[in-house]
């Protein structure tokens, strides 16, 4: 694992004191944390975005976390899943791992225990599953020189812009609406009256070149897309 690299962990969890709980420990050692709290959000984000971990507890609302790894599996998605439950029970252990996850820990827990866990998780899947270099259409982004060029110009973007084209790159053709951006770009986590996102979109569209076609368009009434809609890369 790069340490210039912050892996991105998925996050199901209901209850908000162990969810900011876990956000702010693994943040603290570099681990870049996005939490929902049911299991019907956590399975739309684990099988439309990419992650380096997925934690979920067995007991959410919507849909309950063995069923969210069992469709993980049968998808294809093969992140590694670390359950975090109060399910202590042998039988509990057994039926998730069998299921495919690939660690299992009983609340309550120990910080460090759980940090250790997910740093072996990380050294064991090898290589980040993203690549150092994020490209969609003309537009690259290297994740380790912080540089961005388009058709092999450089442009020169303010922090809070690169974070908001990253997130775009890794997401590409999938519409992330205002509220997404706001969670997982400003950590904002309820709704808010604010026009920084439509700021800093257009100053990051102007700069990625207006005369040319968009590559970040708006989808009225849903959000923002940056390339094709359903687009796999």
């Known amino acids: 694992m790069n340490p210039m690299i ?4 998925l996050l199901v969890e ?24 049911n299991g019907s959000d956590g399975l739309m984000r684990a099988l439309s975005e990419p992650w380096d971990i997925v934690i979920i507890d067995r007991m959410l609302p919507g849909l309950d976390g063995l069923t969210i790894l069992t469709r993980m599996r049968t998808a294809d998605v093969m992140t590694p899943v670390l359950f975090l439950t109060t399910m202590d029970g042998v039988p509990s252990r057994v039926n998730g791992l069998r299921h495919g996850a690939d660690d299992y820990m009983i609340k309550p827990f120990a910080l460090r225990e759980l940090v250790a866990r997910v740093q072996v998780l990380l050294r064991r899947s090898g290589p980040l599953q993203h690549t150092t270099v994020l490209r969609v259409e003309d537009v690259e982004l290297d994740l380790l020189t912080r540089t961005v060029t388009r058709s092999g110009e450089k442009i020169f973007l303010q922090p809070q812009e690169m974070k908001l084209l990253e997130y775009f790159m890794r997401n590409p053709g999938t519409v992330v609406s205002r509220q997404m951006l706001l969670k997982d770009v400003w950590h904002m986590e309820f709704p808010v009256r604010t026009n920084i996102v439509e700021t800093h979109l257009s100053r990051l569209r102007e700069k990625l070149g207006r005369n040319e076609r968009p590559l970040i368009r708006t989808v009225r009434g849903a959000g923002y897309v940056m390339g094709e809609i359903g687009l796999d890369l």
Do not use: F
């Open 14 to 37: 209901d209850d908000s004191e162990t969810a900011d709980y876990v956000q702010e420990g693994l943040g603290e050692n570099g681990i870049n944390v996005v939490a929902v709290t």
């Open 6 to 9: 912050r892996p991105r962990l």
